[in-house]
């Protein structure tokens, strides 16, 4: 897509903020090489690596990190949190300042966990230099949790996962006392991020294949996770720590523009007085990614403009969709009679708002990094 189109789009445009990862560098050290953009976003960096510096009491030195191309790694997780926001508000103002693309005219923006809180910074809703003092001041905590915990993947083939059993049965194995897990994201009809300590994901595993009529699928991730968005966080009281520090945070009474579809509520709640009701759920409540997406498709979002260093979570469920309707829709109607319909808002208009989900592979999905890569500033 060239600069131009962007802008013109921008009123059907998303843009999309990652999350936290166990790589966090992505393209940045290209982008600070680069001739043109490498003077402005040292600056963007610099500048937000002095002020959260403070939050965690040394020097973050981000931009030496980006230079020397160090990865950050788990007991790195403070310098991995002011590293992905700080890139993120950097790719939007080198778009912004070599291509007349303002953020700000966008349709709409969401946040995948910590880009939820990027997204509210680049909105003009949390103070700049004050956003992540909570986070940071919170991050030895999460490291620390993050000792025994293991991520995984439940997913159902063919069929929807039954919630209700889901939840019914971490609650039993919660409650045996060895260990707590919970949903962290609701990935799709089909599928759910769990986060559990010692060996609950296996036991619920057990449990829960022996309950349901349908096989259900776990597949685990190596490595270990801050348990965000999980009742894991009460341990350490986070949730209510975060909200305490958020009493006396600056910022917090703008409405976001623009508007911040939230992954706490599932919808557009923000408004110039809750965020920090809001940001305090967003500690143990799961990330609601998939009514995001859908909520995408049914606003007739034409692009969405993925930001931050290597985005990953949010560009494969557009993916993972487009390709499962792509593939059903060859064996049935096909792509060009879904096409003229998606294309047609009368008809649309007229069609059961499950249909929305045709338009996933007409949908541009482009990482920011990347598409300012191929450009000449």
Not at 106 to 116: H, P, Q
């Amino acid at each position: 897509m060239k600069p131009q189109a962007m802008k013109n789009g921008m009123g059907s445009t998303a843009f999309a903020f990652r999350g936290y990862n166990t790589l966090n560098l992505g393209r940045t050290p290209e982008l600070l090489e680069h001739a043109a953009y490498g003077p402005v976003l040292e600056r963007i960096l610099r500048e937000f690596s002095e002020a959260n510096s403070v939050w965690v009491g040394r020097d973050l030195k981000l931009v030496e990190r980006v230079r020397e191309r160090r990865e950050t790694t788990l007991a790195d997780y403070a310098d991995a949190i002011v590293l992905i926001v700080g890139a993120a508000l950097g790719q939007l103002k080198l778009l912004e300042q070599f291509f007349g693309v303002k953020y700000q005219s966008a349709r709409m923006a969401m946040g995948y966990s910590l880009g939820e809180v990027a997204a509210l910074i680049a909105s003009g809703t949390l103070d700049r230099e004050e956003a992540l003092r909570t986070p940071l001041a919170l991050s030895e905590d999460c490291i620390a949790l993050a000792d025994d915990v293991t991520l995984g993947v439940l997913f159902a083939r063919g069929h929807q996962l039954p919630l209700d059993e889901v939840h019914r049965q971490y609650l039993h194995i919660n409650a045996e006392g060895n260990g707590v897990m919970g949903i962290s994201a609701y990935l799709a009809p089909n599928s759910v991020l769990l986060m559990g300590q010692r060996d609950t994901l296996d036991r619920f595993n057990r449990r829960i294949n022996e309950k349901v009529t349908e096989r259900l699928y776990l597949r685990k991730n190596e490595g270990s996770w801050p348990p965000m968005h999980t009742p894991i966080t009460w341990e350490r009281n986070i949730p209510n720590r975060c909200a305490k520090m958020l009493h006396t945070a600056r910022g917090g009474f703008a409405a976001p523009s623009p508007p911040v579809f939230s992954l706490v509520t599932g919808d557009f709640s923000y408004n110039d007085y809750n965020a920090r009701e809001i940001l305090h759920r967003w500690t143990d409540q799961p990330q609601r990614l998939w009514d995001a997406v859908a909520e995408t498709l049914e606003k007739g979002i034409e692009t969405v403009v993925h930001v931050g260093p290597s985005p990953n979570i949010i560009p494969a469920t557009y993916h993972r969709l487009s390709d499962n309707v792509t593939g059903q829709l060859q064996k049935s109607i096909g792509m060009r009679a879904v096409s003229n319909i998606v294309r047609r808002p009368w008809l649309k208009s007229l069609l059961p708002a499950r249909t929305a989900l045709l338009r996933a592979p007409m949908m541009k999905q482009i990482i920011l990094e990347d598409w300012l890569l191929e450009q000449t500033p």
